[in-house]
């Protein structure tokens, strides 16, 4: 049973879905790794190369200790391997070309010479966009974008999100890119180039907004936490008050059994009698009304009890979690979607896990790699070379 555990294809009696598929990874900070994560949670080998003396910025840029690698490298570069290469010698590039020749899928950096390979690209602007030169980092391309525009409340300003959609959103959809290209391989026999710009990105993830910009002239105004057009919609205060003792409530101007499944839940089955409550429109109308019955009710519960009745009803309903709260939620350790890792210089370490559930493929978590450690394992796999070869690349710094 514990080797079923550390082996899924074991238990399962299948390979992950991207078994076999090699990735070279040369990207940096989130957007790249984001998307180069997600196929290694599909199974395929994705090999990390980096420069060899201190590693992309990721590592050490965002870290609070001299010695180890930040938390926020180890969370975006799981599952993969990492080998060390110096592109600023002639050895190093050619070093390089020969894993291109081996790979099927490469990652920023430069154009190939490999037909089967599928090149891909995170661009902060399009190469045609007249900012196509500027730099983009998650909050630009967020900004020029159109996320955080919509993100805040009515006339005040934007407010940027705090998860960062710009750089992870951007990686899941050039992820999907590559995918559709591998099985497009299958029947053309080649491979081909994907580009995906930051910014077009986030307006892709614009588009609720955006259909509601469409069919006005004037500007749209931001919603804040509530839902346009119907109530209850937004965080209410639960106790003991403090500043995340929130929960959110929503009933669905589609569906009134949420609204009369809510007042019985709260002893307010009255309001169901108030005209200014009669339905949605008319409750977004009186949402001030809509939103003191409310309080009154969750204020004297906590967010965790507001849920269990509220939700327990039959009403769209969640506390609000703090990122600490999910740091030790029991049911996201129960479940695997938060874990414990063991890194080789910081040691235990709590990270996120992969959401998605596919019944026949499983991929065991793996930690981040330490910078250059697996230049032995794979340039001998990938391109047969001897320890003593790559202990020779050592001292001669082409890795």
């Not at 050039?174 to 026999?189: E, F, H, N, S, V």
């Not at 003191?292 to 519960?301: C, N, Q, V």
């Not at 793996?366 to 003593?388: F, H, Q, T």
Request: proline share 6%; aromatic share 6%; glycine share 10%.
């Amino acid at each position: 049973m514990q080797e079923q555990v550390a082996n899924p294809e074991i238990a399962t009696g299948t390979q992950p879905a991207l078994k076999g598929i090699k990735v070279l990874d040369l990207t940096q900070f989130e957007a790249g790794p984001s998307c180069t994560e997600a196929l290694a949670w599909f199974g395929a080998d994705v090999v990390k190369v980096e420069e060899p003396n201190r590693g992309e910025p990721g590592r050490w840029g965002l870290s609070e200790r001299a010695d180890a690698d930040s938390t926020y490298f180890i969370y975006y570069n799981l599952n993969k391997r990492s080998v060390t290469c110096n592109l600023k010698s002639e050895e190093g590039k050619a070093l390089l070309r020969r894993m291109i020749a081996k790979a099927d899928v490469l990652i920023e950096n430069m154009a190939p010479g490999n037909p089967r390979l599928i090149f891909a690209q995170v661009k902060g602007f399009a190469p045609e966009s007249e900012h196509a030169n500027y730099l983009a980092f998650d909050m630009i391309a967020q900004a020029m974008g159109g996320t955080m525009g919509v993100n805040g409340f009515p006339d005040q300003p934007a407010v940027r999100p705090g998860s960062t959609v710009g750089d992870t959103g951007t990686g899941m959809l050039c992820a999907m890119g590559i995918l559709a290209a591998l099985y497009q391989r299958m029947a053309t026999g080649r491979g081909q180039h994907i580009q995906i710009a930051m910014r077009d990105a986030m307006l892709n993830y614009c588009r609720t907004p955006m259909s509601r910009q469409a069919a006005r002239k004037d500007q749209l105004p931001r919603g804040g936490n509530g839902v346009f057009g119907t109530a209850p919609g937004g965080l209410y205060k639960c106790a003991p008050g403090g500043l995340d003792d929130l929960c959110y409530i929503f009933a669905s101007r589609g569906n009134e059994d949420h609204w009369r499944r809510l007042v019985k839940a709260i002893g307010r089955e009255d309001l169901l009698n108030d005209p200014r409550m009669a339905d949605g429109i008319t409750r977004f109308q009186n949402h001030e009304a809509v939103d003191a019955a409310i309080t009154e009710w969750t204020s004297k519960r906590t967010k965790r009890e507001v849920t269990r009745i509220i939700a327990g009803a039959g009403v769209p309903c969640g506390a609000l979690m703090t990122t600490l709260e999910l740091m030790h939620d029991p049911d996201l350790h129960k479940r695997g979607m938060m874990q414990t890792i063991d890194h080789p210089v910081r040691g235990p370490v709590i990270v996120a896990g992969w959401p998605l559930r596919m019944s026949d493929t499983k991929v065991p978590l793996k930690c981040s790699p330490v910078l250059g450690a697996d230049c032995e394992a794979i340039y001998g796999e990938w391109l047969g070379c001897s320890p003593d070869e790559v202990r020779d690349m050592h001292q001669r710094k082409v890795i």
